[in-house]
């Protein structure tokens, strides 16, 4: 069972990269419960500004002689449901280590 838990760790921490303000992937066993809670909530408030963005951007309509404007939209959702993407897969790694860790 400790092995596949690490092993979602560190298949999280290849997916998720790093980034300033967070949690590194491999710090997921050393950090404190608190500032587990902390980065599950701040990765949840991402997610749903990801979502919203997507959304948003999904309602967008151009002109029809703007060059490649639904293109445009096109690549910029496809952008941000990677990065959603993204996001879950860390926020499931995160609960793992904090279901772990944190009883």
């Given at each position: 069972?400790?092995?596949?838990?690490?092993?979602?760790?560190?298949?999280?921490?290849?997916?998720a990269?790093?980034?300033?303000?967070?949690?590194?992937?491999?710090?997921?066993?050393?950090?404190?419960?608190?500032?587990?809670?902390?980065?599950?909530?701040?990765?949840?408030?991402?997610?749903?500004?990801?979502?919203?963005?997507?959304?948003?951007?999904?309602?967008?309509?151009?002109?029809?002689?703007?060059?490649?404007?639904?293109?445009?939209?096109?690549?910029?959702?496809?952008?941000?449901?990677?990065?959603?993407?993204?996001?879950?897969?860390e926020?499931?790694?995160?609960?793992?280590?904090?279901?772990?860790?944190?009883?």
């Open positions: 069972m400790r092995t596949l838990q690490n092993a979602i760790v560190a298949t999280v921490a290849v997916l990269g790093c980034s300033s303000g967070r949690i590194n992937a491999t710090n997921f066993e050393t950090a404190s419960c608190h500032d587990l809670d902390n980065a599950v909530g701040r990765n949840s408030k991402e997610i749903s500004a990801a979502a919203i963005n997507r959304g948003k951007v999904g309602k967008l309509s151009f002109p029809f002689w703007v060059p490649a404007g639904p293109k445009l939209v096109s690549v910029i959702k496809d952008r941000q449901t990677a990065n959603i993407a993204k996001l879950q897969a926020q499931m790694g995160l609960g793992a280590a904090r279901k772990q860790r944190c009883r």
